[in-house]
């Protein structure tokens, strides 16, 4: 199964997405200093047939608020493009920008927050506002059966989307979680890795080789 860098979102939110005050002035600010810059809500990333959907914290500011696609441009996709090409969920080659020669393959990338936030931290307000897009993305993958978590926020993010309490799946790097199943009775499960930050790697919380382990389980929750 194949997809190619299809970017976009059907039931995300729209380029001028008013729903958070703080987020849309912060937005605007960046779009005066900017103007070359995306500076809008970032859109997914990958087919609507992708069996793995990967869900991060929320834009960077220089990384995906600037390139337009999730992960891309930052320190976080450093890790996780190549990672991805290693373990088969992508080809090509990964370049810091949005028009690059990297495909995804079998693999979504979205965000529990759309848009960039002031100090890379969203509110639970904003968290719980955008949640509702998150609904939409895991509705509209009929055959996805992995979520990947990047660190607590976008784990708790995909809970609540689910329709779960956080007390029902604790956030543990490596765990996998069962989830509600497809209405057609394929299990789905959520898997949670730390996030790929520069803060995480660079303090040695998150290794190279502990990253590729969270994948191989991935593919084996899909291939089994």
Request: charged share 20%.
């Amino acid at each position: 199964m194949t997809t190619g860098d299809i970017t976009g979102d059907s039931g995300g939110p729209p380029a001028d997405c008013g729903l958070c005050a703080r987020l849309r002035s912060f937005r605007q600010h960046w779009r005066s200093a900017e103007p070359r810059w995306h500076n809008a809500p970032v859109p997914s990333f990958g087919g609507g047939d992708a069996r793995l959907l990967i869900v991060g914290l929320a834009p960077g500011l220089r990384g995906a608020n600037r390139t337009g696609r999730p992960f891309t441009g930052d320190g976080a996709g450093e890790l996780l493009f190549p990672t991805l090409i290693a373990a088969g969920f992508a080809s090509g080659s990964y370049e810091r920008r949005a028009h690059d020669r990297l495909t995804l393959r079998d693999c979504r990338i979205s965000n529990a927050v759309r848009c960039v936030p002031p100090a890379n931290r969203p509110t639970p307000e904003e968290i719980h506002t955008c949640n509702r897009f998150l609904v939409a993305e895991l509705a509209a993958l009929p055959q996805l059966r992995v979520v990947l978590a990047l660190g607590t926020v976008a784990h708790r993010a995909v809970l609540t989307a689910c329709g779960l309490k956080a007390a029902a799946a604790p956030f543990v790097h490596g765990t996998r979680h069962a989830l509600p199943a497809r209405l057609d009775g394929g299990a789905r499960f959520l898997v949670d890795s730390y996030h790929c930050s520069r803060l995480n790697t660079n303090t040695g919380r998150l290794s190279a080789e502990m990253f590729r382990a969270v994948f191989a389980d991935i593919r084996s929750l899909i291939e089994g």
